[in-house]
């Protein structure tokens, strides 16, 4: 059992930056590929992006390209989201979670992840 606990959410303007962590407990972090996903009001839950067990990997969502760099401390147990030029529409709940595979054609889907932290809110005023 794996357990995730996500940080750092706010209330931000159009065009700021934000940085998200997860922090995670249980399990051998190192092994496991991670991802964050979000969900907005009204909306299904959605990737953003994913990250390999060692960083080889990374693969963003296409709303968040350019915008949105993951990356991990497999030292400290975390794995980061750093969001720059934000938009409303990046406003929701965003949550860290494990993926139950290495490949990265796993990480689109969040049908694939298998341990989700409680989420952090996410907030972008026009």
């Known amino acids: 059992q794996v357990h995730l606990v996500e940080s750092g959410g706010g209330l931000v303007h159009a065009g700021d930056d934000l940085r998200l962590s997860c922090l995670a407990s249980g399990g051998t972090f190192s092994n496991y590929a991670l991802g964050w996903l979000r969900q907005a009001p009204g909306k299904e839950r959605e990737f953003v992006g994913g990250i390999s067990s060692r960083s080889e990997t990374t693969l963003y969502a296409d709303s968040v390209k350019g915008r949105f760099t993951i990356s991990r401390d497999n030292a400290k147990n975390t794995v980061f989201l750093q969001m720059s030029s934000l938009k409303p529409e990046d406003t929701a709940i965003y949550f860290c979670?494990?993926?139950?595979?290495?490949?990265?054609?796993?990480?689109?889907?969040?049908?694939?992840?298998?341990?989700w932290g409680q989420g952090t809110q996410v907030t972008v005023s026009s």
């Open positions: 979670a494990v993926n139950r595979f290495q490949l990265p054609a796993k990480y689109s889907d969040p049908k694939n992840y298998a341990f």
